[in-house]
C-alpha cells in the first residue's frame, strides 16, 4: 500500500548505494524500504559530485517502494559530519549551545557564525568542587548541507531534518530493543567509530575512536588506536536517547545558522 501523500521517507546516501524507509510512528513498524545503486562518481568523501544524478536515483527510489512523500529524514554518513569532544562547565540549559558554539569556534571547528552543530551535553565528574559536563559535539559546514538540500530539492522532497548516522543507527538500534538492557554500540565507518554506551535507560558516555573499517585489515593499527582508550567511571548523565531526530531543521531543536528555512539562530 501506498504511503499517504504528505509523508516523510528517511534517507541515507552513500557512494555505493541510496537507501530509504517510511514507517507508521504511531504503530511502530516500517511500512515501506528499499535501496538503489548510487550512480557512479556522484559521492565521495569530498560530497555530493552530481546532485542531479543522485536527485534521479532518489525519484527512482521511492516509486520503486511505492511511496508518495513531501519531505525527507538524512542520516548524514561520516566524513559528512564531525565530531569533537568538549570539556565544559556544567552551565545552566539556556547558556549551552552559545557555549558549545564559541568552543567550536573558537578551535576553528566552525567559522564563526557559520555551520551547523547539535550536541549531547552528559554530566561529568567534578573538578575541584566545580561540576564539568562532557559534551559530544557533532557539525557540518554549510556546503554539506546545502549539498544535501539541494539534491532533495531536485528530487521534489523538503528537507524534513538531518542528523549524524551513527546517531540514527543507535537510536534506531534502541528502538527495536526490548526489554531494555544495558549496551555498548560501536558504530565505525571507514577511518573511525562512535562509540554509545547505553545503561538500558540512559546514554552514559560517548566516544570517537579513531579507528574504523579500514583498520580490520590491519589489526595491529586498531590496537594501536585503542591502547590508550578508557572510559571514565565517574562520567554519569540524564540525557534519554531522542526518539525522534536530535537536530531538527526548522524547530527550536535546533540551531542551524545561516542555513535558510531554518527558525533558530546559533
Known sequence: ?????????SIIISSEAIYAAAADAPKGRVTAWGEIQCPANTVDSSGFLDPNAIAGAIRQLIREIGIRPRSASVALLSP????RALRLPDVPLAERRKLVRNELEEATALPYNGGVYDFFWLPGPAVDARRQADVAAYYASDMEIDAVRETLRLAGLNMARIEPAS????RGFLAGVNPRIPIAMLIPSKTHSDLFIHDGQQIRHMRRIPAGWED???PESAALSMKDFSIDPGVTQEFELPVESSIKEGSGDIRSSDVPGSSGAS
Open 216 to 218: 580490520a585489515a590491519r
Open 80 to 83: 559528512g559530519y564531525q565530531f
Open 167 to 170: 546517531v540514527s543507527m543507535a
Open 1 to 9: 500500500m501506498a504511503e499517504p501523500k504528505g509523508s516523510t521517507v
